[in-house]
């Protein structure tokens, strides 16, 4: 019913930047919240970032500063701007967004994007 399609991932050296973009397409009604987890290996998926419906953000303390969530609610689009990025960036990036879609009815669910591989080396 739902598509989250992820793109911008890709290696880097220390102190670059990438954007990642995360299109959601299908039988969409509305999308509530929207936000982008990462997954190191070993170690457990994290949230990175949030962003309302209404645009209200929150991040993970440890990119505070450095990376920026926004989205574009005509697009179904959500974005992550990548600064300055250190080795411990490096992780799979995944999209998640609330989506309520129509069809007999109304029903909102949680869908997740495939994932995009971030790596930050020299």
């Known amino acids: 019913q739902v598509q989250l399609v992820e793109s911008g991932g890709g290696l880097v050296q220390p102190g670059g930047s990438l954007r990642l973009s995360c299109a959601a397409s299908?039988?969409?009604?509305?999308?509530?919240?929207m936000g982008w987890f990462r997954q190191a290996p070993g170690k457990e998926r994290e949230l990175v970032a949030h962003i309302t419906s209404g645009g209200t953000t929150t991040y993970v303390d440890s990119v505070k500063g450095r990376f920026t969530i926004s989205r574009d609610n005509a697009k179904n689009t959500v974005y992550l701007q990548m600064n300055s990025l250190k080795p411990e960036d490096t992780a799979v990036y995944y999209c998640n967004a609330y989506v309520v879609t129509y069809g007999l009815g109304y029903q909102g669910d949680d869908y997740w994007g495939q994932g995009t591989q971030v790596t930050v080396s020299s």
């Open positions: 299908g039988s969409i009604f509305s999308i509530n919240a």
